[in-house]
C-alpha cells in the first residue's frame, strides 16, 4: 500500500516554543492531507484539510492561528503549533489518499509532549 | 448528524476465540466504512473496507466485515483471534470529494492466552 511518513515521531518542548511535524507521501503525490488529534485513550478527531497551494481548511473549533498548515508541495504538508502550551499535548497523525484510491493512509503518528 | 458509534469500549476474549466487534453509524449520504486497527503509539493500518458491491468484505489478517444498511452497521469479526491481534480497533465512515473520516471512539481489544 501507499505509505506516509511522519517526523519526529516524538518531540518534548517547552511551554512557549512552537513545534513543526512533518507528513510526507513517499510514493504517491497528494493534493490534500488530513491532520488528526487523539487524545489519550480516545478517538480521531478531524483537525484540519490541508491543500497543496491553498489555504487549510480547518474544523470548527481548531484555532488557525495556534495550528498552522502549510502545504507547499504535492507530498508534504507540515502543522506547526505555535506557542505550545501543556494541553496541546496529543498524538498528531496525518493521512492522505493516492489518485485513484479509496482509502485514507496514515502516518506513524507524532507524539507531542509540552512541559 | 454524521457519526460512528462503538458500543463496547474494552473486550477481552481468549486466544482462538471468535471475535465481533460493533460498529453503528449515522451518514446521509452512500457511507464509505472503514475499520482500521492501531498498535499502541503507532498510526493506523487498514484492515479492510466496503464502499459498494457485496455487503460482505474480506480484509487483512483474517477479518471480515459485513455492511447491514438496514441496521446502519458495519460490525468486524474474526473467527480464531490470536494474540498478535491485540490493538485498538477504530471504525471510520466518509464519503463524497473531500474524503474525510469520521471515526468511532474505538474499541479496546485484549486477548488472554
Known amino acids: 500500500g501507499a505509505v506516509v511518513s511522519q517526523h519526529p515521531s516524538w518531540v518534548i518542548c517547552k511551554s512557549g516554543t512552537s513545534v513543526k511535524i512533518e507528513c510526507r507521501s513517499l510514493?504517491?503525490?497528494?493534493?490534500?492531507m488530513f491532520w488528526y488529534r487523539q487524545f489519550p485513550k480516545q478517538s480521531l478527531m478531524l483537525m484540519a484539510t490541508s491543500n497543496e497551494g491553498s489555504k487549510a481548511t480547518y474544523e470548527q473549533g481548531v484555532e488557525k492561528d495556534k495550528f498552522l498548515i502549510n502545504h507547499a508541495s504535492l507530498t508534504l504538508s507540515t502543522l506547526t503549533v505555535t506557542s505550545a502550551h501543556p494541553e496541546d499535548s496529543s498524538f498528531y497523525i496525518c493521512?492522505?489518499?493516492?489518485?485513484?484510491?479509496?482509502?485514507?493512509?496514515f502516518g506513524e503518528g507524532s507524539r507531542l509532549t509540552v512541559l | 448528524a454524521q457519526s460512528v458509534t462503538q458500543p463496547d469500549i474494552h473486550i477481552t476474549v481468549s486466544e482462538g476465540a471468535s471475535l465481533e466487534l460493533r460498529c453503528n453509524y449515522s451518514y446521509g449520504a452512500t457511507p464509505y466504512l472503514f475499520w482500521y486497527v492501531q498498535s499502541p503509539g503507532q498510526g493506523l493500518q487498514l484492515l479492510l473496507k466496503?464502499?459498494?458491491?457485496?455487503?460482505l468484505v474480506q480484509g487483512i489478517k483474517g477479518f471480515e466485515a459485513e455492511f447491514k444498511r438496514s441496521q446502519s452497521s458495519f460490525n468486524l469479526r474474526k473467527p480464531s483471534v490470536h494474540w498478535s491481534d491485540a490493538a485498538e480497533y477504530f471504525c471510520a465512515v466518509g464519503g463524497g470529494a473531500t474524503n474525510k473520516l469520521i471515526f468511532g471512539t474505538g474499541t479496546l481489544l485484549a486477548v488472554q492466552p
Open positions: 466496503y464502499f459498494s458491491g457485496d455487503t
Open positions: 493521512s492522505a489518499r493516492p489518485p485513484g484510491a479509496g482509502e485514507l493512509f
Open positions: 510514493d504517491f503525490q497528494a493534493t490534500t
